[in-house]
């Protein structure tokens, strides 16, 4: 059975030749030796500079990722918060809830918002996003740029024991956000 369903699929993909450029079979015919090289070429630095695009996409991303990493490595006592988002629920797949992995976070009062992925516990194919920022006081967990959030709100003294509660981002995520500025010896107090 498995193997007729193989040859089956193998002869009708050998019908549906990818030619360069997007070309149809009869295109592709219709061309001299000449024209079908020029065409390959042209498909070849089109892939090139797919690629460049890609691989340049890619670095400024590292990039952006290490410059808030130092940032939060090297800032001042009560500019970076770190979380723990656990015993959390989220709508995956058929809006149904699901149970979703513990997940911490850190993140600079100066860093832009930005997403993390909540994977669910029994499929780890499936997940979801949520926005979070932190702007020195707030912890927000967001649905979509500042759609559908909810807070953890707390001043320094509270953020330096620690900080927990439910939260909910509406339909789309409950558990238990737990916050603390970090216990880092490096940190110098803002004069």
């Not at 079979?25 to 890609?54: C, L, N, S």
């Not at 656990?86 to 850190?106: G, I, L, N, P, Y």
């Not at 509270?158 to 927990?164: N, T």
Request: net charge positive; charged share 25%; with cysteine.
């Amino acid at each position: 059975m498995r193997l007729s369903v193989f040859l089956l699929l193998l002869i009708l993909l050998s019908g549906c030749a990818i030619h360069p450029l997007g070309l149809s079979t009869a295109e592709w015919e219709a061309m001299t030796p000449a024209e079908q090289q020029q065409a390959r070429e042209e498909q070849a630095a089109m892939d090139a500079e797919r690629r460049r695009v890609r691989e340049e996409r890619q670095r400024q991303q590292q990039e952006a990722e290490q410059e808030r990493a130092a940032l939060r490595h090297n800032a001042a006592y009560g500019e970076v918060v770190e979380c723990r988002l656990t015993q959390a629920q989220a709508r995956m797949a058929r809006r149904e809830w699901h149970s979703v992995k513990d997940v911490a976070f850190a993140i600079h009062r100066d860093e832009p918002a930005r997403r993390i992925t909540l994977v669910q516990i029994d499929r780890p194919t499936r997940s979801q996003q949520v926005q979070v920022s932190f702007d020195g006081l707030n912890v927000r967990l967001c649905e979509w740029y500042d759609r559908h959030c909810t807070q953890l709100a707390g001043s320094e003294r509270l953020f330096a024991r620690g900080l927990s509660q439910v939260v909910q981002v509406n339909g789309l995520l409950e558990g238990q956000l737990e916050c603390s500025f970090p216990r880092r010896h490096s940190f110098s107090r803002p004069h």
